[in-house]
C-alpha cells in the first residue's frame, strides 16, 4: 500500500488534508527540523497529533537537523515530549539522536532523512539495523539509481513526488549578513520570496530564505512526478512525500487530493498514461505561478550525478 505524506502549515490546514485522504501529515519547529512550512508550538503539535490519530492517520516529526553541542542538548526534551503526545514517527539526520534514543524511555520509530546523502541501499540498510523504520531518498537520485536501491532495500523508502528541492544549506546567516553590509534593515524569511541568479543566466530563480537553521537555497523548479508514479509503484516505492514550503493554503489541499485520487487508481489498476497527463496539468493550475516545475533528477544519467 502507497503511503502519502504531506507537509503541513497550519491546523486548518492539517484538517483539510486529513479530510482529502492523506495518511500521514508532517511538521515540526524550526529549532529542531529543517525547512518547514511552519514553526509550531508545542501546543500546536500536540492538537496536530490528536487530531490526526482522531481520523485514524499517523503524524512524523521533523527533527532532521544537524546539531551543535547547544542544540544535541536540547534534544533528549523534545524526546520526551514527543512520546507524551504520542507521536508515530520522527525523521532523523544526526546520529547523535540516535545515540539518545538507545536510552531507556527515549525512542522513537524513525524515518533516516540526512537529505543529500541518502544515495545507496547500504546506507539506508545500515540504519535500518540501528533502528530506522523507513529512509527518505535523496532528491538528487535518478531513475536508474532509484531502481538499484530499491532491489536491495530491507525498509520501506520515501520520495519527493511534488514539492520544493533544497540544493544548499549553511549555518552562517547569509542574507543577513549581506543586509548587514549595505546597511538596511530589512526581513530575510520564506514569505519575503527571494530568488538569486547565476551570473549570465537572467532566466535562473534560485529561491533563498532563513530561519533557525541558517540559510536555505532552493533550486530553480519544484518537483513533479506524476507521469512517473506507476514506476514508482512497480519499483515499490511505497511513501510518497508532498512538499508544500512553497505551496501554501489550500491550493497545496487541492494537490494533495489529486495524488490521493492517484494513488486510489494505482492500486485499484485503473490508472493510465492519459490520467497521468490530467494530473500533471491540473497540478500545474494549482503551482504557483512565480515557481516552475519539472522532474527534477529523476531523468537524469547517473553518470552525470555526481
Not at 551570473?199 to 530564505?209: A, C, E, F, I
Not at 516505492?237 to 487541492?254: A, R, T, Y
Not at 490521493?260 to 485503473?270: C, G, M
Request: glycine share 6%.
Amino acid at each position: 500500500m502507497i503511503e502519502i505524506v504531506a507537509s503541513v502549515e497550519s491546523i486548518s490546514q492539517a484538517k483539510k488534508l486529513l479530510e482529502v485522504g492523506v495518511d500521514c501529515l508532517y511538521f515540526g519547529e524550526d529549532t529542531f527540523g529543517l525547512r518547514l512550512p511552519f514553526s509550531f508550538d508545542r501546543e500546536s503539535q500536540k492538537e496536530i497529533t490528536e487530531l490526526a490519530h482522531s481520523y485514524g492517520k499517523k503524524v512524523v516529526v521533523a527533527l532532521n537537523a544537524i546539531f551543535h553541542n547547544e542544540g544535541i542538548s536540547k534534544v533528549p526534551e523534545y524526546l520526551l515530549f514527543l512520546r507524551s503526545i504520542k507521536v508515530d514517527c520522527i525523521t532523523v539526520g544526526d546520529p547523535g539522536v540516535v545515540q539518545i534514543m538507545k536510552q531507556e524511555g527515549y525512542y522513537i520509530p524513525y524515518k533516516y532523512d540526512t537529505q543529500v546523502i541518502v544515495t545507496s541501499s547500504r546506507q539506508i540498510n545500515f540504519w535500518a539495523k540501528r533502528g530506522a523504520v523507513s529512509a527518505v531518498i535523496a532528491r538528487e537520485v535518478p531513475k536508474k539509481t532509484l531502481e538499484k536501491i530499491m532491489r536491495e532495500v530491507t525498509v520501506p523508502v520515501e520520495v519527493l513526488v511534488y514539492g520544493a528541492t533544497c540544493i544548499h544549506q549553511s549555518k552562517r546567516p547569509l542574507l543577513q549578513n549581506y543586509f548587514n553590509y549595505i546597511k538596511k534593515v530589512e526581513s530575510v524569511g520564506r514569505d519575503k520570496n527571494f530568488f538569486l541568479s547565476e551570473p549570465n543566466k537572467p532566466d535562473t530563480h534560485y529561491s533563498v530564505y532563513e530561519d533557525d537553521n541558517g540559510t536555505h537555497i532552493f533550486a530553480n523548479n519544484d518537483v513533479l512526478l506524476a507521469n512517473y508514479l506507476s514506476e514508482l509503484n512497480e519499483m515499490k516505492v511505497s511513501i510518497w512525500k508532498l512538499e508544500g514550503i512553497f505551496s501554501p493554503g489550500d491550493n497545496f489541499v487541492e494537490i494533495a487530493k489529486l495524488f490521493v485520487l492517484a494513488r486510489n487508481e494505482i492500486e485499484n489498476n485503473t490508472w493510465n498514461d492519459e490520467k497521468a497527463l490530467i494530473l500533471e496539468n491540473e497540478v500545474k493550475k494549482l503551482h504557483p505561478k512565480i515557481r516552475g516545475l519539472d522532474t527534477g533528477f529523476y531523468l537524469f544519467d547517473p553518470n552525470i550525478v555526481k
